[in-house]
């Protein structure tokens, strides 16, 4: 319970839970005498991402704040996996991207329709598609990979789904390049070795993977950038991307880099009840500092953000918490 935060201060953690056990106290949902235990489950993904640490801080503030439920966070194949388990009702709410709205609509890589996914907020931050190169590589674009050995991340990974929309845009098919499949930090790894030409990392900012190479200075490296008007393109045929600048201070690089990167949600089965998803839906965002303590990803959540895309229609309980707060009409 008592975990280390990012600055390794176990304090900070108990001064955390006992502010959120406070909030609760004063802030928490009347409970009904003798109702039943109502057990629900958070799909989230392997435990070294992003999703797995937010969906342990959602339990939590849902455990000690909402009576007569128990959420237990579940370990899955990720944000590809997901909308299948929370569609089919296998899991009660998710983490996922983009593929909410590709199962929603039934498009590939789904086959059929998931008409029960309903979204509970957005906010979570974008994951990034981060290419990684040596400086004193020639490769300045995704057009340059054409012939070149790149390390793809792990095999089965969401992010291979959609790499070949982007290749699209550079007139590239994964036919064009010798892919191999490997962790994040097996393909740095490899980049550094010189074993690969460039290394996908899709992932929040920063990566620790990347953040990792930067600290060791055994390489100098880039991340490649898109040109503008390629990436407004491609963000108007597939708006359900979003566009994202890093600064170079987050890497030590010299240039701000442009990329695209996948909006990152949670989202709900519509048959959960309008009054149990309110409570919880209260619950996160009246608990947002603890939550937001839970990893660097989930400081971009806030009310503003949680309304700031639509890929599919909001859980009637998540929306009428957002009408009360003014954050949507």
Not at 64 to 81: A, H, Q, S
Not at 278 to 298: E, G, R, V
Request: proline content about 5%; charged content about 20%.
């Amino acid at each position: 319970m008592y975990r280390r935060t990012r600055n390794g201060s176990r304090l900070m953690a108990i001064v955390s839970l006992c502010l959120l056990m406070a909030t609760c106290l004063v802030g928490s949902f009347s409970g009904t005498a003798g109702a039943a235990r109502k057990f629900l489950s958070i799909a989230t993904a392997s435990i070294g991402g992003s999703y797995y640490p937010i969906g342990v801080g959602i339990a939590e503030i849902v455990n000690r704040c909402v009576p007569d439920v128990e959420m237990k966070v579940e370990v899955t194949g990720g944000g590809l996996e997901n909308p299948k388990l929370v569609g089919t009702g296998e899991a009660d709410l998710g983490f996922t991207n983009h593929f909410a709205y590709m199962a929603y609509h039934g498009e590939p890589p789904y086959d059929r329709k998931y008409s029960d996914l309903r979204l509970l907020f957005a906010g979570v931050s974008p994951g990034a598609y981060q290419i990684v190169v040596r400086a004193d590589s020639g490769i300045r674009s995704l057009s340059d990979l054409k012939g070149k050995r790149v390390a793809m991340g792990p095999q089965g990974g969401g992010a291979i789904v959609q790499f070949p929309l982007m290749l699209e845009f550079h007139n590239l098919t994964m036919n064009d390049f010798r892919a191999s499949y490997m962790s994040y930090d097996e393909g740095i790894l490899a980049l550094t070795d010189g074993r690969v030409d460039a290394a996908l990392v899709a992932a929040p900012v920063p990566s620790p993977a990347i953040t990792s190479l930067a600290a060791s200075k055994r390489v100098d490296f880039r991340i490649i950038t898109w040109s503008p008007q390629v990436r407004d393109a491609f963000l108007q045929k597939y708006p359900y991307f979003a566009a994202v600048d890093i600064p170079g201070s987050v890497y030590g690089l010299p240039d701000v880099t442009h990329t695209v990167g996948t909006v990152n949600v949670v989202i709900a089965n519509a048959k959960l009840s309008e009054d149990l998803v309110y409570k919880i839906t209260k619950s996160i965002f009246d608990n947002l500092a603890t939550l937001q303590q839970s990893h660097p990803s989930a400081t971009s959540i806030d009310l503003a953000s949680a309304v700031s895309v639509r890929l599919i229609p909001f859980h009637p309980g998540a929306e009428r918490y957002y009408k009360e707060r003014g954050v949507l009409k």
